[in-house]
């Protein structure tokens, strides 16, 4: 091999060096788009291409929302979503699908970061905002949050999720009524009876409530719903009822002379742990 050939051959290898080299170090910029950081287009000079630190600061940013959004108790990708959702556009949602417990409640959202650096000579700076698009699927497991980056945005748009529904709780002071009212006698506890005992409290305190504010109270769960036929379960000789629904609950256990109403902690009424059951309520 004569010495043009050998230079040829040593270049090539360079060639390929460098190539592996940028391949390596060039970030996966896939799915994420720069444009000026007001809508109006007043900050000029945006760069052409998102680097490595735009692509950085929007994954971190999705996968904090990614933490604050599975706090959620779902079940629905709405209750996800309001997590994170606000008045600006740094957050905007695309899609909601499925359901907890049914596949995955899936919410995909698209992200904006307002950035600023200098061009390639250090001499303008550049005001811009960087956009990308992210996918979570939130299931039953209390570690699934991280995020999938999309290589490129639903053509769909901006769902907005309004006001929050108001969640149904319990009445003021219900606690404190059913240990002052229900009274145990020395002989077998019939469960019909207890749970009779128990709607006739609920009642009462729901009528409190509208005699101190003269309105009805929307946000107070109804009888029909607190307190079903299956909410009373019998234990060897305990009757347990549970008041309510997900993690508004109230425990009542009636034995033989002896009343006891509680109010179960948090971590117990979370999906896939006992949740406001009544065969629990008679457990104690």
């Known amino acids: 091999m004569n010495r043009t050939a050998r230079t040829l051959a040593a270049l090539a290898v360079v060639a390929g060096t460098v190539a592996a080299v940028v391949a390596v170090t060039t ?5 994420f788009t720069v444009r000026p950081a007001n809508a109006d287009g007043s900050h000029t ?4 291409e998102p680097n490595g ?8 940013y999705a996968a904090e929302l990614g933490l604050v959004m599975a706090r959620s108790r779902g079940p629905q990708p709405q209750a996800y ?3 994170v959702d606000g008045p600006g556009d740094d957050v905007q949602v695309l899609q909601l699908a499925g359901a907890t417990g049914d596949g995955g409640a899936e919410v995909v959202l698209r992200l904006r970061r307002d950035r600023t650096r200098r061009d390639g000579f250090g001499w303008q700076e ?9 996918r979570w699927v939130f299931d039953d497991r209390m570690d699934e949050h991280e995020p999938e980056r999309l290589e490129a945005c639903p053509d769909t748009a901006v769902i907005e999720l309004g006001p ?3 969640e149904p709780r319990l009445p003021a002071r219900l606690v404190e009524r059913l240990s002052a009212h229900l009274v145990a006698g020395p002989g077998p506890v019939r469960a019909a009876d ?3 005992d128990v709607r006739r409290q609920y009642d009462a305190a729901v009528a409190s409530e509208l005699q101190r504010d003269e309105v009805e109270p929307e946000d107070v769960m109804d009888t029909a719903t607190a307190l079903s036929d299956d909410s009373v379960a019998v234990v060897d000789d305990a009757v347990g009822v549970a008041v309510g629904r997900g993690t508004a609950c109230v425990f009542v256990r009636v034995a033989p002379a002896d009343v006891t109403v509680w ?9 896939g742990e006992m949740g406001c059951s009544p065969a629990a309520a008679a457990t104690g």
């Open 27 to 31: 970030p996966d910029t896939d799915g």
């Open 45 to 48: 000079g945006a760069p052409e």
């Open 53 to 60: 630190d735009d692509v950085r600061i929007l994954d971190d």
């Open 81 to 83: 979503a309001r997590r």
């Open 126 to 134: 550049q005001n811009y905002a960087v956009t990308g698009c992210y």
């Open 164 to 166: 929050a529904p108001v």
């Open 194 to 196: 207890v749970l009779s």
């Open 263 to 271: 109010v179960p902690d948090r971590m117990s009424l979370q999906p």
